[in-house]
């Protein structure tokens, strides 16, 4: 009886249209420098970012890579986003969901972080920040 009765208010509770709370769930798919093409680790990370954003549904993936301030990677950054987006639609996520967002990088960010791409799973409703606070003049 109480797990028909359990059973009863969680189906109550997902009719009413509870919204889950904001969250991101990140994913870092590395590639070799200066190619587009994934190594087995970089597919690891694909393919849990791929199963984590076919779960449920997720509000918008963000993918992310790192491009220098002199602009002279973009191209190999923009490749690398769409391997990763294809994968995504592959696993059934919808492409209007996706958004590609090169992430201008400093010299040394981008030598830490250059070969990696972030894959953001966001869910939930969008945080909407507050208004500034207005002070008076003095």
Do not use: W
Request: net charge negative; glycine share 6%.
């Amino acid at each position: 009886m109480r797990t028909y009765l359990a059973a009863l208010l969680l189906l109550a509770l997902s009719a009413c249209g509870v919204s889950e709370t904001p969250h991101s769930d990140y994913f870092v798919v590395a590639f070799e420098s200066g190619r587009s093409e994934l190594p087995p680790a970089g597919r690891a990370a694909l393919s849990y970012a791929t199963r984590d954003a076919d779960r449920g549904a997720p509000r918008a993936v963000a993918v992310k890579a790192y491009v220098r301030a002199d602009d002279t990677n973009h191209e190999l950054a923009e490749q690398r986003m769409k391997v990763i987006a294809d994968a995504l639609v592959q696993a059934g996520v919808a492409r209007n969901i996706i958004q590609l967002v090169p992430q201008p990088a400093d010299p040394d960010e981008f030598t830490r972080l250059g070969n990696g791409v972030v894959v953001q799973i966001e869910r939930g409703e969008a945080v909407v920040p507050p208004p500034p606070i207005e002070t008076e003049a003095e």
